[in-house]
């Protein structure tokens, strides 16, 4: 109550006629380290947002918040570059967005006013609000647009500013800001401005972030969701099981297989989303977290069977995470792999690809076809053409940071066939149903852009993506990708 008294987030008024007041409530939280003691009792006003009218009550709701891709890029750059990275927390963030609509908000439980018709009338963003989130975004990005700050255009979380050969960088996430560069005196000066706008908790070097444990030293940068997967095998009853050695089985061409009865759709779906969230720093999970997430909207026992496979398997590597090495690398390199028609419902392929900048792995993905390919040349070309433009998004936030990279991008794919289609403009028979995906990857080749690469499947990064492997595959691609366990005894 203090800080939205401080803040100035209403005004006490009677309500006027026609006029409809949001309720609210108070929420209670412990939160914790990242080692899992209590840090703090937080207490928190939520207005009852889902009873706002739209067109009424708000209008646009939309706010970026930083893509996890971009910290993995910055990342890489800091232990290259040896930047410090810093990390600020914002106090109470969503009380210091400014509304534009006229909102009014029934009195706090606990607080009544003094007469019986009166309530607050919001004249600053409050937590539940649906544009809350817009409104704190919109004034952050002004007060750094004031002080010299550029917005990035390939991530509009992303402000950079340029003074004299050196830069400061800033990353936010709706509250927790990352600050790294070699301008330390830029980086004193904006902690310094924040401050005297918002109330600013200066956490110091970055340890714990969204959950991702970060740790430095002369090897690098080490990130990992440890807690998260303990916390997460706690929840789910599955502290004592045994451990498994892959995510996911090796699937056996035309296996007859009982899907079971069905299972609670929510407790699924919460599992489900857990994982993927534990994935942006474990693509070993990546391509089996893409399998159990197709059937979240009617799930059976044996789609339960694989999550749990899924939890077994952390079980047995719960601290494993991504280490970004200092190289001598200042390139970015693809990988891009395809499974043809390895979905045996629907015989639809999946497409993985996994890119690398400055020697450090830093975006992937797993995600299935959404039509049928008629050949592996066919799936293999969708999956370069999907990886070109993961390759194209990383070149614009390289230029943003004014971090020049060696072009051609070098993008390694096992299928001579997709390699010769796009180098050879004549082979019309066999590409005129993949007709734009051929025209973007050409464009792309000729302009320089890209270099297409042949490389032998046993080296392929990305194969990890695609389908269930054994075992030694497993280990030895887990390697290739900079994934280790600092936890392990060795």
């Not at 927790?176 to 070699?182: F, M, Q, S």
């Not at 004592?240 to 056996?252: A, H, L």
């Not at 190289?327 to 792999?337: G, H, I, P, Q, Y």
Request: with cysteine; glycine share 6%.
């Amino acid at each position: 109550m203090e800080a939205l008294k401080r803040n100035e987030t209403w005004d006490t008024v009677d309500l006027p006629p026609g006029k409809k007041p949001v309720g609210c409530k108070w929420v209670f939280t412990p939160k914790y380290r990242a080692d899992g003691t209590l840090e703090k009792y937080k207490a928190r006003l939520v207005a009852k947002g889902f009873t706002q009218i739209y067109g009424e009550d708000y209008t646009e709701t939309f706010a970026p918040v930083a893509k996890l891709n971009t910290i993995r890029i910055l990342l890489s750059i800091a232990v290259n570059l040896d930047w410090d990275l810093h990390q600020l927390d914002v106090k109470n963030a969503f009380l210091n967005g400014d509304l534009k609509e006229e909102v009014y908000m029934k009195l706090p439980p606990g607080f009544p006013g003094k007469k019986a018709n009166q309530v607050c009338k919001l004249k600053r963003s409050l937590y539940g609000l649906k544009q809350s989130p817009r409104a704190w975004f919109d004034r952050f990005t002004r007060v750094l647009k004031r002080h010299g700050y550029t917005q990035g255009q390939s991530d509009h979380t992303l402000f950079v500013k340029h003074h004299k050969g050196k830069m400061a960088v800033l990353a936010v996430y709706v509250d927790d800001i990352i600050l790294t560069g070699d301008d330390e005196v830029e980086i004193n000066q904006i902690k310094a401005a924040l401050a005297r706008e918002f109330q600013i908790k200066d956490l110091g070097e970055m340890k714990y972030f969204l959950g991702m444990e970060v740790a430095r030293s002369k090897k690098g940068i080490y990130i990992s969701q440890r807690k998260y997967v303990l916390d997460l095998l706690k929840e789910t009853g599955m502290t004592g099981c045994r451990p498994s050695d892959t995510p996911i089985q090796v699937k056996k061409v035309d296996e007859e297989i009982d899907l079971g009865k069905a299972v609670d759709i929510g407790n699924y779906q919460r599992m489900v989303g857990k994982l993927i969230y534990l994935s942006h720093t474990r693509p070993d999970i990546a391509f089996a977290v893409s399998v159990v997430s197709q059937h979240s909207h009617a799930p059976k026992q044996k789609h339960l069977n694989e999550v749990y496979r899924i939890l077994r398997y952390l079980k047995g590597s719960p601290g494993r995470g991504l280490l970004f090495k200092k190289t001598d690398k200042r390139n970015v390199e693809l990988f891009t792999d395809a499974d043809w028609a390895g979905d045996q419902d629907d015989r639809k392929s999946t497409s993985g690809y996994c890119t690398y900048v400055w020697g450090n792995l830093v975006t992937w993905r797993s995600k299935k076809q959404s039509v049928v390919a008629r050949s592996s040349a066919e799936a293999e070309y969708r999956a370069v053409a999907l990886g070109i433009c993961e390759g194209i998004w990383i070149k614009r936030v390289l230029e943003d940071l004014r971090k020049c990279i060696n072009l051609p991008i070098k993008v390694y794919c096992d299928n001579m066939a997709a390699i010769n289609i796009a180098h050879n403009p004549v082979q019309h028979d066999r590409t005129k149903h993949v007709e734009i995906d051929r025209h973007f990857i050409r464009e792309k080749v000729d302009e320089g852009i890209i270099d297409l690469r042949y490389i032998p499947s046993k080296e392929q990064n990305a194969d990890i993506l695609t389908k269930g492997l054994p075992m030694d595959r497993l280990e030895y691609l887990i390697g290739k990708l900079n994934l280790i366990d600092i936890y392990r005894p060795t």
